[in-house]
């Protein structure tokens, strides 16, 4: 999966599980809110295979903020329900009541 962004000349970072897909994300948080670094990344894409055991409390500390976007993409055997609900629940926050 990770080759297809990267033909597209996406930077990739490659995590096969929960625990590595938070340590990427806290990586590339901590790259993007460092001013001394030239690098700012703007969306994150992350297959919800891969998310979709990350600790919730975790998540939410390490997507707090504006930048970078984290969006949970389906992954090569389909969607497992993890996009959609991180969608309501963002949902449900920007508007205070589920719409989705």
Do not use: W
């Not at 297959?47 to 707090?64: F, G, H, L, S």
């Not at 984290?70 to 309501?88: I, K």
Request: proline residues 4%; glycine residues 8%.
């Amino acid at each position: 999966m990770v080759s297809g962004f990267q033909a597209l000349g996406v930077e990739a970072h490659d995590a096969t599980n929960s625990v590595e897909a938070l340590e990427r994300l806290r990586e590339i948080k901590k790259i993007t809110n460092d001013p001394a670094d030239q690098r700012t990344y703007a969306v994150v894409c992350v297959i919800d295979d891969v998310i979709r055991d990350v600790d919730q409390a975790e998540y939410a500390k390490v997507v707090e903020g504006a930048l970078p976007a984290v969006v949970v993409l389906p992954g090569p055997n389909g969607a497992s329900g993890v996009a959609v609900e991180r969608l309501r629940a963002l949902a449900q926050k920007a508007v205070g009541s589920s719409i989705i």
